[in-house]
């Protein structure tokens, strides 16, 4: 047993990410491990790479003894700590990081002459599979496994001195629980401290001192960390104990105070069924998720916890009745957004709203902006941005056989639009230079609300605020030019705002103008993006459909020359197109559920459905429903010629009171973007078995890329 231990500790070092496992050191020869690090290049974008491919083929670096051994290179995105520890000429090591465990020698090269070491993530569960790993990947393998031996033999054999008990990491746990520093760890002056916190040049500024009895500070280490397990695994307990009685404690109220509630279970302490329902949402599988719990309680009202809010699941036409009669509307229900939620998007925002002040806000919206006698004034506008969009984005500088990816292009066309019919944004670099802030916002609307640095929710929030800056400079400078006459009172969302009072006479702050701008684009262009997007697919795996599109729209070109823009006669004549925009979010709808809250405690479909508790009506579950809708598999337009669907049935637009006061816009932009997609292109699929999945709407990961070849206007 050796007692020459050398340490070396390593604090937290910036932008360096670890993320997988740890690279895999070989060393041959005495002196310290070189973690597979270039030292001169810590930080530097080229190391960075280097990384990245280390994470795929260990080793990659390797150190040879005649170098330099100036120690450990280390790296940590969150500043933690690392120890590295080497004892004599074998070199042996531990690392503690997150997710990192630790690190495991194998046993049979551990000997003076040459170790290899390898160090592994959680979730790779013996030295053998991560051997095979590495085989795999690497391409030779990197560890014997020959006579191999558990995690614990293996740790006695690389730490016998140090009597670090491998198997219950308390190392690790030590080493999360307090960050150690030169200071906390009053160090001697032959210990290595390497503090590569300000200063990513390893070589050149660092300090870097070898330890040549280091086994003293190990031992120190283990005195003073071991109380913090302790107060950890308290901390844990405790966690555990409130939340079980929380649990206990909300599980019985409901059965104390109420009788004949819809059936269900509870789940998870506050979680209740969250991570199957996101899961479900987002692989596009509610209509099975909610079949399930039909099935499994005989009805199709049932009772699931949704982030710690007990949820009444209503599958439609009984949700869609309760939630589109207006009668109901303040009566029984409202709408529901959380508070997380409403800090992000603004509690004036028309959705956000309730009462009175919802039901003036919506008669202005649709009297000055959206309504569908105020939408044909944009039609000129639309037009005008769908060619211009599709000569610059699918035209100009693409050949017959060029592959482009739908989702992401589709959404700069209707971003674009929505931001200028708000704002009179006309410039689309510029509202391209917005969306990324705008990207960053909407991901705080899917993230735990949780407003801590480097959290999504944090940064969303932060961006919401960038975006609102940015919306000022349009409002002020728009103030002006109404004083001089230079803009239009109607020329926007904007400006009607500025101008029209609501029926009480109040006008709108400039604070709920921003807001419901942000607001309008959110709900406007990723809806409107992502069904273009999916009808696009659909029409592509549905050769006969195409050939239907073609059609209609040569019949309005010849009907009124190629050359002439389009009236508002010609897009209402688009029924068979409209069918198929109809039909896509049958399949793919924008919005697979409709949340309420339960405003008093009331009956329905003889179930008690208690003041204060949410209600969802899961669209995706009606719209597929074999009883309710017919050979629902198939892609078939004209089931929509057929027969009306009952709006308790299918609604993609909701129902009743909050329905979607953008329907008319959404439903002329995307006819009008059809007919000059149609005139210009026929697309097939590169990738047609691509998944589809829920982000904020149906999309797939790839983005739905197709071949494009240019036509001649029919
Ligand atoms: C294909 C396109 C669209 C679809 C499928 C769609 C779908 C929906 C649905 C289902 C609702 C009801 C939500 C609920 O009841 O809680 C809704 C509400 C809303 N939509 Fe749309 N929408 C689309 C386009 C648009 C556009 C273009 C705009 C505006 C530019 C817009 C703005 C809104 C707003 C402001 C609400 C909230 C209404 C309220 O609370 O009264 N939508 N949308």
């Given at each position: 047993?050796?007692t020459?231990?050398?340490?070396?500790?390593?604090?937290?070092?910036?932008?360096?990410?670890?993320?997988?496992?740890?690279?895999?050191?070989?060393?041959?020869?005495?002196?310290?491990?070189?973690?597979?690090?270039?030292?001169?290049?810590?930080?530097?974008?080229?190391?960075?790479?280097?990384?990245?491919?280390?994470?795929l083929r260990?080793?990659?670096?390797?150190?040879?003894?005649?170098?330099?051994?100036?120690g450990?290179?280390?790296?940590?995105?969150?500043?933690?700590?690392?120890?590295f520890?080497?004892?004599?000429?074998?070199?042996?090591?531990?690392c503690w990081?997150?997710?990192?465990?630790n690190?495991?020698?194998?046993?049979d090269?551990?000997?003076?002459?040459?170790?290899?070491?390898?160090?592994?993530?959680?979730?790779?569960?013996?030295?053998?599979?991560?051997?095979?790993?590495?085989?795999?990947?690497?391409g030779?393998?990197?560890?014997?496994?020959q006579?191999?031996?558990t995690?614990?033999?293996?740790?006695?054999?690389?730490y016998?001195?140090?009597?670090?008990?491998?198997q219950t990491?308390?190392?690790?746990?030590?080493?999360r629980?307090?960050?150690?520093?030169?200071?906390?760890?009053?160090?001697?002056?032959?210990?290595?401290?390497?503090?590569?916190?300000?200063?990513?040049?390893?070589?050149?500024?660092?300090?870097?001192?070898?330890?040549?009895?280091?086994?003293?500070?190990?031992?120190s280490?283990?005195?003073?960390e071991?109380?913090?397990?302790?107060?950890l695994?308290?901390?844990?307990?405790?966690?555990?104990?409130?939340?079980?009685?929380?649990?206990?404690?909300?599980?019985t109220?409901?059965?104390?105070?109420?009788?004949?509630?819809?059936?269900?279970?509870?789940?998870?302490?506050?979680?209740?069924?969250?991570?199957?329902?996101?899961?479900?949402?987002?692989?596009?599988?509610v209509?099975?998720?909610?079949?399930?719990?039909?099935?499994?309680?005989?009805?199709?009202i049932?009772?699931?916890k949704l982030?710690?809010h007990?949820?009444?699941?209503?599958?439609?036409?009984?949700?869609?009745?309760?939630?589109?009669?207006r009668?109901?509307?303040?009566?029984?229900?409202?709408?529901?957004w959380?508070?997380?939620?409403?800090?992000?998007?603004?509690?004036?925002?028309?959705?956000?709203?309730?009462?009175?002040?919802?039901?003036?806000?919506?008669?202005?919206?649709?009297?000055?902006?959206?309504?569908?006698?105020?939408?044909?004034?944009?039609?000129?506008?639309?037009?005008?941005?769908?060619?211009?969009?599709?000569?610059?984005?699918?035209?100009?500088?693409?050949?017959?056989?060029?592959?482009?990816?739908?989702?992401?292009?589709?959404?700069?066309?209707?971003?674009?639009?929505?931001?200028?019919?708000?704002?009179?944004?006309?410039?689309?670099?510029?509202a391209?230079?917005?969306?990324?802030?705008?990207?960053?916002?909407?991901k705080?609307?899917?993230a735990?609300?949780?407003?801590?640095?480097?959290?999504?929710?944090?940064?969303?929030?932060?961006?919401?605020?960038?975006?609102?800056?940015?919306?000022?400079?349009?409002?002020q400078?728009?103030?002006?030019?109404?004083?001089?006459?230079?803009?239009?009172?109607?020329?926007?969302?904007?400006?009607?705002?500025?101008?029209?009072?609501?029926?009480?006479g109040?006008?709108?702050?400039?604070?709920?103008?921003?807001?419901?701008?942000?607001?309008?684009?959110?709900?406007g262009?990723?809806?409107?993006?992502?069904?273009?997007?999916?009808a696009?697919?659909?029409?592509?795996?549905?050769?006969?459909?195409?050939?239907?599109?073609?059609?209609?729209?040569?019949?309005?070109?010849?009907?009124?020359?190629?050359?002439?823009?389009?009236?508002?006669?010609?897009?209402?004549?688009?029924?068979?197109?409209?069918?198929v925009?109809?039909?896509?979010?049958?399949?793919?709808?924008?919005?697979?559920?409709?949340?309420?809250?339960?405003?008093?405690?009331?009956?329905?479909?003889?179930?008690?459905?208690?003041?204060?508790?949410?209600?969802?009506?899961?669209?995706?579950?009606?719209?597929?429903?074999?009883?309710?809708?017919?050979?629902?598999?198939?892609?078939d337009?004209?089931?929509?010629?057929?027969?009306?669907?009952?709006?308790?049935?299918?609604?993609?637009?909701?129902?009743?009171?909050?329905?979607c006061?953008?329907?008319e816009?959404?439903?002329?932009?995307?006819?009008?973007?059809?007919?000059?997609?149609?005139k210009?292109?026929?697309?097939t699929?590169?990738?047609?078995?691509e998944?589809?999945?829920?982000?904020?709407?149906?999309?797939?990961?790839?983005?739905?890329?197709?071949?494009?070849?240019?036509?001649?206007a029919?």
């Amino acid at each position: 047993m050796s007692t020459r231990l050398n340490l070396i500790l390593c604090t937290g070092i910036q932008g360096l990410n670890i993320g997988s496992w740890f690279p895999v050191g070989r060393h041959r020869g005495s002196g310290p491990l070189h973690w597979g690090c270039d030292h001169d290049h810590i930080g530097s974008e080229e190391n960075r790479c280097v990384r990245r491919r280390t994470r795929l083929r260990a080793p990659v670096f390797r150190k040879e003894e005649s170098e330099e051994n100036s120690g450990a290179g280390a790296w940590s995105p969150s500043r933690s700590t690392y120890l590295f520890v080497w004892e004599g000429k074998t070199t042996s090591s531990i690392c503690w990081e997150g997710s990192l465990v630790n690190c495991v020698e194998d046993a049979d090269r551990c000997g003076p002459a040459a170790d290899t070491l390898v160090c592994y993530q959680k979730g790779i569960s013996s030295i053998a599979e991560f051997s095979d790993m590495q085989r795999g990947e690497a391409g030779r393998p990197a560890t014997s496994t020959q006579g191999k031996k558990t995690e614990q033999q293996n740790a006695k054999l690389m730490y016998p001195g140090a009597q670090v008990d491998f198997q219950t990491r308390k190392w690790w746990i030590s080493f999360r629980a307090k960050r150690f520093s030169a200071e906390t760890l009053s160090v001697n002056e032959t210990d290595c401290i390497l503090d590569l916190e300000t200063d990513c040049s390893f070589s050149t500024n660092s300090r870097v001192v070898m330890a040549e009895h280091g086994s003293s500070l190990l031992a120190s280490l283990e005195e003073r960390e071991s109380p913090s397990v302790w107060f950890l695994a308290t901390l844990l307990v405790s966690f555990v104990t409130v939340i079980s009685c929380g649990w206990v404690w909300s599980s019985t109220k409901g059965k104390e105070r109420y009788s004949g509630l819809p059936p269900g279970d509870l789940g998870l302490p506050f979680f209740g069924d969250t991570i199957q329902y996101v899961n479900a949402y987002y692989n596009m599988s509610v209509k099975n998720y909610v079949g399930k719990k039909i099935a499994r309680y005989g009805s199709p009202i049932f009772k699931a916890k949704l982030m710690g809010h007990m949820t009444v699941f209503m599958d439609a036409p009984e949700g869609s009745k309760l939630m589109f009669n207006r009668r109901n509307d303040e009566k029984l229900i409202q709408g529901y957004w959380p508070e997380s939620t409403l800090k992000l998007v603004g509690s004036n925002v028309l959705s956000s709203q309730n009462g009175a002040a919802y039901r003036c806000h919506k008669r202005h919206m649709m009297s000055h902006f959206l309504g569908q006698n105020v939408v044909p004034r944009y039609l000129v506008r639309i037009e005008e941005r769908s060619v211009e969009y599709i000569q610059r984005y699918w035209l100009d500088g693409t050949i017959d056989g060029s592959v482009l990816e739908t989702q992401n292009q589709l959404m700069i066309h209707t971003f674009g639009l929505i931001a200028d019919l708000c704002l009179t944004l006309t410039d689309t670099n510029e509202a391209e230079k917005l969306r990324p802030t705008f990207e960053v916002w909407e991901k705080g609307l899917m993230a735990l609300p949780i407003n801590l640095p480097g959290t999504d929710y944090y940064r969303s929030l932060k961006a919401r605020a960038e975006i609102l800056n940015y919306f000022d400079t349009y409002v002020q400078r728009r103030k002006q030019e109404l004083k001089d006459g230079t803009a239009s009172p109607t020329q926007d969302y904007l400006s009607v705002m500025l101008t029209n009072p609501d029926d009480s006479g109040h006008f709108y702050t400039d604070e709920e103008i921003k807001t419901n701008i942000l607001h309008l684009i959110h709900g406007g262009a990723n809806t409107v993006s992502s069904t273009l997007t999916m009808a696009v697919c659909k029409i592509a795996e549905h050769t006969e459909v195409y050939d239907q599109l073609v059609a209609e729209h040569t019949a309005i070109m010849e009907r009124k020359g190629d050359a002439q823009p389009l009236t508002i006669e010609d897009v209402r004549s688009m029924k068979y197109s409209w069918m198929v925009l109809q039909e896509t979010l049958r399949v793919y709808p924008s919005l697979p559920g409709i949340f309420r809250e339960a405003t008093t405690t009331f009956e329905y479909n003889g179930y008690t459905i208690p003041k204060g508790w949410k209600l969802l009506c899961t669209a995706a579950q009606s719209f597929q429903n074999p009883e309710l809708v017919e050979d629902p598999e198939r892609f078939d337009p004209s089931r929509f010629e057929r027969g009306n669907f009952s709006p308790h049935v299918f609604f993609p637009f909701g129902g009743g009171v909050r329905l979607c006061p953008g329907y008319e816009l959404a439903k002329i932009t995307m006819l009008v973007f059809l007919h000059h997609f149609l005139k210009n292109l026929h697309w097939t699929l590169t990738d047609p078995d691509e998944k589809v999945v829920y982000h904020f709407s149906p999309g797939t990961l790839k983005g739905i890329p197709i071949r494009i070849t240019r036509v001649k206007a029919f």
